[in-house]
């Protein structure tokens, strides 16, 4: 799919779990080879809070006017950020003048449009970005020549360390420093400059609409007079952006060959604007110095593909706008790949006969990504159709308990090979998604109809090829169709008339998103013989009545129920009825959970409220408001609303408030409230309820599994983590069982739980003599936090809310007569009827063994990397440290093997190796403590080895090694 406004790849995500465990081998006197392994030490990745800010500018602007400067903002950190935004006059952010207006440019045009807001404050997920603008008025008194400067400044809110980098054409002081310490202070400022000019003054807009069934991108690109004289010879030209291909120029409007504007044609010849613009080829242009037209990262290139338009004369007051589309091939480009495109208006704007200053546009920013894209339409044969192809299977007539067969073609859109699904919806067309209007009258088919799935000529019923319980296509290539009927068995006792709708709905089986691809269209059956403004999920007659309140708001009855995975998105059709007797447009607002996010997306306009789209010109349009409606047009768009990544904002149940509806009383749903009203005074207005309930993702994880040897009458300790790694809380039955319990083990084992808060072993009790109350647990950051344990039944039963982590311990005691080779498993278990996790200690009886613990250091500074590390003193490690590491510190693991047997070990090695999130800097010789031996490391990067040789009765070795978090 084609996504806009994406970023680039952000740093290990807060609350990251760096995990390592290490394993040594040996052998005994006789040649026996044995291995174990160790502890698992954790260091948790912390928040780091930064972002970037781009560009300064500067651009003319006439007295009185308004001059707007686009800015794009990015959450470059890994964690959630709250930034504060203040625009001002001048250009000392630490000195503001008076304040300016910053906007939220939703559409990405460069424009502060209709519904789009004033912002002081904006909130962004890791890698995501925001398009802003800062508003600088010119007073109607300034002189020609003034220079005014405006400042934008963005200050992190997180932790109060956040950095913001003011990146791309920097032109002021640089960094802020708030308290004009000397200081900067992580938070910086963008310097924008207006000159004053009574000559004509060139603005340059651009958007950039995706439409990611056809995997193309439309821009449209907007150069206005805004000055007080005519332009001469304005050159407007863009470049097809890298990993594109032209498509075809759709639009040209406020160019004509009568004016004397021209176009550039391949040759490089200027040629009258034609009245088909799609007859518009590639040219060749150069771009600006200092600009990079095409995203691929060089600035000023020359003889680039692209489209070049003059305009002879420019008025004060003209608009003209050129519409062109290209296309992306999403498997030559990798997914996350961020394309940036700006055009370019340059033209003589003094009057002095030479061309002034280019002047850029916005950046528009889009992302490709892998695509899967089903097709499900008519055939459009009149043997089995209604004679067009309109998403509608039609037959006229059936007789009372006749089969009728409906013709459809399935078509994979996507990039690969799919299996796509079948699913048919007696409806009355509710869950169609289509542009063609449901027929009037739609009801659902009679009670007692059987649908099925056959192949084209109706003589083979279709089965599930891939386990899912729905019947599909099989295998379809991409590109490829599929003609099937969809079989309707009448009941035999019912006549009437109709239509009788349904829907059909064709999905993706292999799209692993949360909303997999899918498309439907109608199957409908003509007859078996025999409003105030309105907002609605659907349309009806309802909705354009004005005495009916349709899908009216109700504070414990949610309108639709969407379900959503955490992180995953839901989409809500919307219809906006204006009931009014005039024209009014009005704003489309939201009131959704912290954290949630909407984006409104245009369908179409029915201007006479009959159901029919009469008007799609600006479908897939990002939108904040509608256009002027007239009385009695309905307007389709859709909600596509993003739930939190975040697990404590996307809980399988709320509980919470949102809007002053409540979680509990619509089943833990989360409540979406949709709110439409009037651009002009707000009073007419609706507002409809929807909720997402988000799937319950049930995941007990138990780690790790240990692995070591111990002696016959020895004992061997093994720490583990219990961890709620879903969204639901957990009540968890934690239960142990030993294999060799038979021979006397199970009466040994113990297994301890934290009881104090310290976290020390010597503050752990034995589970089983917990009383009903509370232990501790670990939140992902280390925060310890008490937890509810009951001790009441059989076995301890302890609930963990969503993230919660609670450390226990297992020591394992081998009986005194267990004979060399027993192998005892013990098994420990965090289980509930919906979730287990469980892990597994094995504990081998042996003569002569060696342990290996495991423990880390955060270098904040980073000695241990570089040509010549210096490495932290033992006394500095932790099994599992209880501060934090950022990305760009190290940890330094470190790892001690002891022969606690009573014979020595050969040929001992101890083998490591970096861990996921992090990149090998440097390791430690090994050092032997009974002779002083240094072993160096023999193994290649990510590996490391230290083959230590003999290690005597009693002896220990301990070595280092050293990595970056990424």
């Known amino acids: 799919m084609l996504v806009a406004q994406a970023s680039a790849m952000a740093a290990t995500p807060a609350g990251t779990d760096i995990r390592n465990r290490a394993t040594i081998t040996y052998e005994d006197v006789n040649g026996n080879q044995y291995s174990a392994q160790s502890n698992e030490s954790i260091v948790t990745v912390a928040e780091v809070y930064s972002a970037t800010i781009e560009n300064d500018s500067n651009l003319n602007g006439a007295p009185g006017q308004t001059v707007y400067f686009s800015h794009t903002l990015v959450n470059t950190g890994n964690a959630i950020d709250t930034f504060n935004l203040s625009g001002f006059a001048g250009s000392d952010a630490a000195t503001p003048g008076a304040a300016y207006s910053v906007y939220l440019d939703q559409n990405g045009n460069g424009l502060p449009d209709a519904g789009e807001s004033i912002v002081t404050q904006v909130t962004l997920n890791p890698n995501q ?68 000019t009574t000559d004509a003054v060139l603005v340059a807009t651009k958007t950039a609409v995706v439409n990611a069934a056809t995997n193309t991108v439309r821009y449209t690109l907007q150069v206005a007079n805004t000055g007080g004289n005519t332009a001469e010879n304005v050159n407007i030209f863009d470049t097809i952006p890298t990993n594109s291909s032209f498509v075809e120029v759709n639009a040209i409007n406020g160019l004509l060959a009568s004016n004397g504007d021209t176009f550039r044609d391949a040759a490089g010849v200027d040629t009258a604007i034609p009245s088909d613009p799609t007859t518009i080829v590639l040219t060749e242009v150069d771009e600006p110095a200092g600009i990079d037209m095409n995203g691929n990262g060089i600035s000023g290139e020359t003889a680039v593909d692209g489209i070049f338009f003059n305009n002879a004369s420019m008025a004060p007051g003209t608009t003209v706008s050129i519409t062109f589309t290209v296309s992306f091939d999403p498997t030559a480009v990798s997914a996350g790949s961020q394309i940036r495109n700006v055009f370019v208006a340059q033209g003589d704007t003094d009057g002095g006969g030479t061309p002034n200053d280019p002047v850029p546009s916005n950046s528009t920013t889009t992302t490709v990504g892998q695509i899967y894209t089903v097709d499900v339409s008519d055939t459009g044969d009149a043997a089995d159709d209604d004679g067009s192809v309109n998403d509608i299977a039609r037959q006229d007539t059936a007789g009372a308990g006749s089969t009728v067969g409906f013709a459809n073609v399935i078509t994979n859109n996507g990039n690969g090979t799919d299996i ?52 599909d296509t099989g295998e379809l290539a991409p590109g490829a169709s599929l003609r099937i009927q969809v079989k309707a068995q009448l009941p035999a006792g019912f006549s009437g008339t109709g239509p009788f709708v349904a829907t059909m709905r064709a999905t993706s089986a292999n799209d692993p998103s949360a909303t997999p691809a899918s498309n439907t269209k109608l199957e409908v059956l003509g007859q078996i013989s025999a409003p105030t403004v309105d907002l609605a999920n659907s349309y009806s007659v309802d909705l354009v009545d004005a005495g009916v309140d349709a899908d009216a708001f109700s504070a414990t009855t949610p309108i639709t129920t969407e379900t959503a995975q955490v992180g995953g998105t839901a989409t809500f059709p919307l219809f906006l009825a204006n009931n009014s007797g005039n024209s009014q447009s009005f704003f489309l607002q939201s009131t959704l959970p912290a954290g949630w996010s909407v984006t409104f997306r245009e369908l179409g306009i029915d201007s006479n409220g009959d159901g029919v789209i009469n008007n799609a010109a600006n479908a897939g349009n990002t939108v904040s408001s509608s256009p002027a409606l007239p009385g009695g047009a309905v307007y389709h768009y859709e909600a596509v609303v993003q739930v939190s990544a975040v697990v404590s904002q996307s809980l399988a149940e709320f509980t919470g408030a949102v809007g002053g509806v409540n979680g509990d009383d619509i089943g833990g749903a989360y409540p979406i409230i949709f709110t439409v009203a009037s651009t002009s005074d707000g009073a007419v207005t609706d507002t409809k309820l929807d909720a997402v309930d988000v799937t319950a993702n049930r995941n007990i994880d138990v780690t790790p599994d240990g692995a070591n040897q111990i002696q016959p009458g020895g004992n061997v300790t093994y720490s583990h983590i219990i961890a709620n790694i879903g969204n639901s809380t957990e009540a968890l039955e934690i239960t142990g069982q030993n294999s060799l319990a038979a021979d006397g083990w199970s009466n040994n084992t113990q297994l301890f739980v934290d009881t104090t808060g310290n976290g020390e072993p010597d503050a752990w009790v034995q589970i089983n003599n917990l009383v009903t109350g509370t232990v501790f647990a670990r939140s992902p950051s280390g925060t310890i936090m008490q937890i509810e344990v009951d001790n009441s039944g059989a076995n301890p039963v302890i609930t963990l809310e969503p993230a919660q982590r609670l450390d226990v311990r297992v020591i394992v005691y081998a009986p005194a007569a267990a004979p060399a080779g027993n192998i005892d498993q013990f098994t420990l278990t965090a289980s509930n009827a919906n979730v287990t996790g469980t892990a597994i200690d094995s504990s081998e009886v042996i003569v002569g063994q060696l342990r290996l613990q495991k423990s880390a250091f955060v270098d904040t500074s980073c000695a241990c990397a570089g040509g010549s590390p210096t490495w932290p003193a033992d006394n500095l490690f932790e099994a599992n440290p209880s501060g934090t590491v950022l990305p760009e510190q190290c940890i330094v693991w470190r790892l001690t093997t002891v022969n606690e047997g009573s014979a020595a070990a050969q040929n001992v090695v101890i083998s490591d190796a970096t861990t996921a999130f992090t990149t090998f800097q440097n390791a430690r010789d090994a050092i032997r403590l009974s002779d002083g031996n240094a072993v160096p490391n023999s193994g290649t990067a990510p590996e490391v080895n230290w083959n230590v040789g003999n290690l005597p009765s009693g002896d220990q070795a301990t070595a280092q090694f050293c990595v970056v978090v990424n």
């Open 420 to 471: 796509i699904d079948f699913e048919l919806l007696n409806d009355a067309g509710a869950a169609y998604a289509g542009a063609t209007a449901l027929p009037a009258g739609a009801q659902v088919f009679p009670a007692g109809t059987q649908f099925s799935f056959w192949n084209e000529a109706g003589t083979v019923q279709l089965t599930d090829t891939n386990g899912n319980g729905r019947a």
């Open 129 to 196: 970005q925001v398009q802003l603008i800062l508003a600088v008025p010119v007073p109607a008194a300034a002189t020609l020549g003034t220079q005014i400067d405006s400042t934008i400044l963005v200050q992190s809110v997180g932790g109060g360390a956040g950095v913001v980098l003011d990146i791309g054409t920097n032109s002021d002081a640089g960094t802020y420093d708030s308290d004009s310490d000397g200081t900067p202070d992580g938070n910086d400022s963008l310097n924008n400059v207006v000159t004053v």
